[in-house]
C-alpha cells in the first residue's frame, strides 16, 4: 500500500521560504512522477510542480520562478522548496504520487502580510 507523508509547513512571513518534504513508502519511488498541489480555503486543489521519473519538472505560472521541486530517489522523498512566499500561498499543501493516484494528508502552510 503507497503511503505519503507531507512535512515542513508552518507559519512564515511574507518574503520567507519554507521546505516541504513528501515521503513516500510502499511503492517503487523512482518509477512514479510526482506532483506538489495547493488547497486554499473555500477553493479547489490547484496544481503546483511536477517532477518526472526522469528528473523533468513542470510548474504552474503561479509558483514559476518562487518554487522549486526536485527528488531524492534514494530516500523515496519529494521536496518542494518555495521562496519569496505571499499571502495568498497561504493554504493546505499536498503531494500526489501520480502513477499510483495516491495523495497525502496534507501539511498546512499560513504566510502573514
Known amino acids: 500500500q503507497v503511503q505519503l507523508v507531507e512535512s515542513g509547513g508552518g507559519l512564515v512571513q511574507a518574503g520567507g521560504s519554507l521546505r516541504l518534504s513528501c515521503a513516500a513508502s510502499g511503492s517503487i519511488f523512482g518509477l512514479s512522477a510526482m506532483g506538489w498541489y495547493r488547497q486554499a480555503p473555500g477553493k479547489q486543489r490547484d496544481f503546483l510542480a511536477l517532477?518526472?521519473?526522469?528528473?523533468?519538472?513542470n510548474y504552474a505560472d503561479s509558483v514559476k520562478g518562487r518554487f522549486t521541486i526536485s527528488r531524492d530517489n534514494a530516500k523515496n522523498t519529494v521536496y518542494l522548496q518555495m521562496n519569496s512566499l505571499k499571502p495568498e500561498d497561504t493554504g493546505v499543501y499536498y503531494c500526489?504520487?501520480?502513477?499510483?493516484?495516491?495523495w497525502g494528508q496534507g501539511t498546512q502552510v499560513t504566510v502573514s502580510s
Open positions: 517532477i518526472s521519473n526522469s528528473g523533468s519538472t
Open positions: 500526489r504520487d501520480l502513477r499510483n493516484n495516491v
